[in-house]
């Protein structure tokens, strides 16, 4: 079952076409990741699902519904939830305190006092931040801040979870440790994830299908081994032509 379709999507900006007349499906239950330059349309991407921008044409259906010109909110509590390229935790909160203002706002009923704590407390173990609930959340180091930022999305109950470069910046370590804790995070939380990075090693390793963007458009979609091979692949990302190459 698709739980996403885009269909002919286009972003400009003024002059700029951010995306150009884009369609991409996500399968229920996978891993499926964006791969492209700064300034392909990834993250442009991202916000036109999630309702932080309007699209100038085209259509987004979740769950077979339209959801593109709806609010934030409201897609959040359809089931999508999105981290950012930036972490910014509620940086004088504890790091429970982040993560129960997720839960406020997503697509899980509110819950009484205990259920929500247990809630809280899965969701802080399962991302690795158990140990430091009661720590300032100014006080993390980029590792804990990024799986914070994953553990408030994951608040709001998602079933899509959009993830922006959350390896960006995190030692080979860190990166290892990132990709089991995702995994496990999908098939505990029954989720479909939507992740956008540039650790290229890392999204070939973790997704079932990865798309590629090239100045707004689509040029390649497949499966990580097709598309580590693509012509057009390698020559967008290194200028790389093969017939070219072939030539005497």
Known sequence: MMLLQVQGLTKTFGGLRALDDVSLSVEEGTIHGLMGANGAGKTTLFSLIAGNQAPTAGSI??????????????????????????????AGLSVRQNVETGALFGRVPRLGAR??????????HDCGLGALADRQAASLTLSARKRLEVARALATG?????????????TPAEVAEMIGALHRLKDRHGLTILIIEHVMQALNRMSDRITVFHRGRLIAEGRPDAIATDP?????????DDAAEGAP
């Open 61 to 90: 259906l979740f769950q077979g519904r339209r959801i593109d010109g709806l609010s934030p909110d409201h897609i959040c509590r359809a089931g999508i939830a999105r981290t950012f390229q930036i972490v910014r935790p509620f």
């Open 115 to 124: 259920a929500q704590a247990a809630l809280v407390d899965e969701i802080l």
């Open 232 to 240: 057009a692949v390698a020559e967008a990302y290194f200028g790389v």
């Open 158 to 170: 998602p079933r899509l979870l959009m993830l922006d470069e959350v390896m960006a910046g995190l």
